[in-house]
């Protein structure tokens, strides 16, 4: 079965960087565009960016152009996504989210979550 | 980017009742809009995408209907379980992006 498991939840200082894992199983992992969502306490999601595990191309959003790096380690089948400069507004739980083949192409396999808090 | 915006903002609701879930997009998307239901410290579950498609173990009291700007998602009979935050999304362009949210409280 299609598994995204992410890693713990991280405390960091205005100004240093994240960098939050996605490992996936149970599916061949360099079929599937894999998406970065976050979601700040009490609020929506918010879509980050996308990466391709086969070649690595990526595609951000445009907010955070310049502070977010999505990268991918094939051998391993993770996904890893590291933000830097971080302000209290990155405060959020973050989530890896698998691209669908479907019709349209919805995020149809989620992991659980990575709480990513920022505080002096 | 486009815009989605849901109405309402929250409802209260009784199981057994109908409730409809409404999304507008700021500008014509086909049918590129999906569906998700989020319960709280959980991640997001795909409910029906393109539209009106349903994801595999979905409930079949849930449907969605509607293309262009104008959307719906339904949920026949609400059960207990169906009390949640519901978002759409539309994954017209490569800038995705959701709805602010609907929750469906007792």
């Known amino acids: 079965q299609v598994q995204l498991v992410q890693s713990g939840a991280e405390v960091k200082k205005p100004g240093a960087s994240v960098k939050v894992s996605c490992k996936a199983s149970?599916?061949?992992?360099?079929?599937?565009?894999m998406h970065w969502v976050r979601q700040a306490p009490g609020q929506g999601l918010e879509w980050m960016g996308i990466?391709?595990?086969?070649?690595?191309?990526?595609n951000y959003a445009q907010k955070l152009q310049g502070r977010v790096t999505m990268t991918r380690d094939t051998s391993t089948s993770t996904v890893y996504m590291e933000l830097s400069s971080l302000r209290s507004e990155d405060t959020a739980v973050y989530f890896c989210?698998?691209?669908?083949?479907?019709?349209?192409?919805?995020?149809?396999?989620w992991g659980q979550g990575t709480l990513v808090t920022v505080s002096s | 980017d486009i815009q989605m915006t849901q109405s309402p903002s929250s409802l209260s609701a009784s199981v057994g009742d109908r409730v409809t879930i409404t999304c507008r997009a700021s500008q014509s998307i086909s049918s590129y809009l999906n569906w998700y239901q989020q319960k709280p410290g959980k991640a997001p579950k795909l409910l029906i995408y393109a539209a009106s498609s349903f994801q595999s173990g979905v409930p079949s009291r849930f449907s969605g209907s509607g293309s262009g700007t104008d959307f719906t998602l339904t949920i026949s009979s609400l059960q207990p379980e169906d009390f949640a935050t519901y978002y759409c999304?539309?994954?017209?362009?490569?800038?995705?992006?959701f709805g602010q949210g609907t929750k469906v409280e007792i």
């Open positions: 999304q539309q994954s017209y362009t490569t800038a995705w992006t």
């Open positions: 989210a698998r691209r669908s083949a479907a019709a349209g192409a919805p995020f149809d396999y």
């Open positions: 990466i391709n595990p086969s070649g690595g191309s990526t």
């Open positions: 149970g599916y061949t992992f360099t079929s599937y565009y």
